[in-house]
């Protein structure tokens, strides 16, 4: 059982940035993929970024390539998404979600953590 708490969520101008964290629970962490999503109000839960179980490769949407950087510490069980230059439309709820290795199906879930960027 892998258990995924998000925090550092906050209100930010426009071009600030923000630093969220996805820390994990289980011995089994460094097994696990870890995806960022995020949802705005009446909106769909959108993918965002990504970094495979082995940390050895990253994937980004478009929408936040160069701007945002997702890391891990498996030291810590901990995965990181760095925000740089946040615009309005980078407001919503982030969550992280674990699929074991390469396999699609998201076994577990955050409870969200909000962001919100002001103009």
């Known amino acids: 059982q892998v258990q995924l708490v998000e925090s550092g969520g906050g209100l930010v101008q426009a071009g600030g940035s923000l630093r969220l964290s996805c820390a994990a629970s289980g011995h089994t962490f460094t097994s696990y993929t870890i995806d960022w999503f995020r949802q705005a109000p009446g909106k769909e839960r959108k993918f965002v970024a990504g970094i495979i179980w082995s940390g050895d490769s990253t994937y980004y949407d478009d929408s936040v390539k160069g701007r945002f950087t997702i890391s891990r510490d498996n030291a810590k069980s901990t995965v990181y998404l760095q925000m740089n230059t946040l615009t309005p439309e980078d407001t919503a709820v982030y969550y992280c979600?674990?699929?074991?290795?390469?396999?699609?199906?998201?076994?577990?879930w955050g409870q969200g953590t909000q962001v919100t960027v002001s103009s």
């Open positions: 979600a674990a699929r074991y290795r390469n396999t699609s199906n998201y076994e577990y």
